[in-house]
């Protein structure tokens, strides 16, 4: 299975700065996203989504939104919804992400209708979850990412027969833009669980990615560690320098 590489822009590059990333660097992403052993994905804020594609066009890289509507259309103001992320070109989306989770309130429930609109529209849905470092400290992470979870497999299991591929991505939120990455014996508990989980429950295929303070230090160590197949990469995606040596990393 392909190694994948989601970049979470967040609200860092503007819609210029993010057109000068692409122009800047589009012959080295092109070269990058040749391997037939990874994915590329970056995910910008809204505005630059449509132009990022087009840049992107005749390569193998491909761009993803950073959230979406749960609602399909209507009097929704200040929503985006999935089909016109799968219009401006989006393969991508992320949902559940834990600053959407607090500063957008958006709840398990709200995650399971996004989860039904992507799928709806063919974009392969990129579904955070993660435990707080109070629920790591009282040994609740499994309850935790049970409880993010369980909606969402149900909304993919319904939709089995129309959709090919979906990605959870693990983030613990007291590794996120910390600095701090979980011990990988921890790392390899989580994902043999969560392997089993979705496995359990859909027969679709899934990717299996971590999130969290990633850099090149440290992703060759985490990309070996069974069942992870990709990176979701914050601060790190913001330097096209450091984002490459992940990408360039020996796995
Ligand atoms: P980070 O962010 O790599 O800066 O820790 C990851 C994320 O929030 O997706």
Same mark, same amino acid.
């Given at each position: 299975?392909?190694?994948? #590489? ?8 503007? #819609?210029?700065?993010?057109? &000068? #990333? ?9 070269? $990058? ?8 994905? *970056? ?8 132009? $990022? ?11 993803? &939104? ?13 929503? @985006?919804? &999935? =089909? ?59 309850? !935790? *990412? ?26 613990? $939120? ?6 701090? @990455? ?6 390899? =508990? ?23 303070? @990633?850099?090149?230090?440290? &992703? ?10 990709? $990176? ?7 330097? #096209?320098?450091?984002?490459?040596? !992940? !990408?360039?990393?020996?796995?």
């Amino acid at each position: 299975m392909k190694k994948l #590489f989601v970049a979470n822009w967040k609200m860092q590059k503007t #819609f210029d700065a993010s057109r &000068a #990333f692409a122009c800047t660097y589009l012959e080295n992403f092109k070269l $990058l996203g040749q391997s037939e052993h990874r994915q590329i994905v *970056l995910c910008p804020s809204f505005p630059a989504l449509s132009n $990022l594609n087009q840049s992107f066009k005749e390569t193998n890289i491909k761009v993803g &939104a950073q959230t979406v509507s749960r609602h399909n259309k209507g009097a929704y103001t200040g929503q @985006v919804s &999935a =089909q016109s992320l799968a219009e401006a070109g989006c393969a991508y989306c992320i949902i559940g992400h834990s600053e959407t989770r607090k500063y957008q309130h958006e709840s398990n429930i709200d995650i399971e209708h996004k989860c039904k609109e992507l799928l709806k529209h063919n974009v392969t849905p990129i579904i955070c979850v993660g435990e707080s470092r109070k629920n790591f400290e009282q040994q609740q992470t499994f309850e !935790i *990412l049970e409880e993010q979870l369980a909606l969402v497999l149900q909304a993919i299991a319904d939709h089995n027969h129309d959709i090919e591929h979906f990605v959870i991505a693990y983030e613990p $939120l007291w590794a996120i833009g910390t600095g701090v @990455v979980p011990e990988y014996t921890y790392l390899e =508990q989580i994902f043999t669980w969560l392997y089993k989980e979705c496995t359990k429950h859909t027969q679709t295929s899934f990717s299996l990615i971590y999130g969290g303070s @990633v850099d090149a230090t440290n &992703a060759q160590d985490i990309l070996n560690i069974a069942h992870i197949n990709g $990176l979701l990469i914050g601060g790190a995606s913001l330097d #096209f320098d450091s984002f490459s040596a !992940i !990408i360039n990393t020996d796995y």
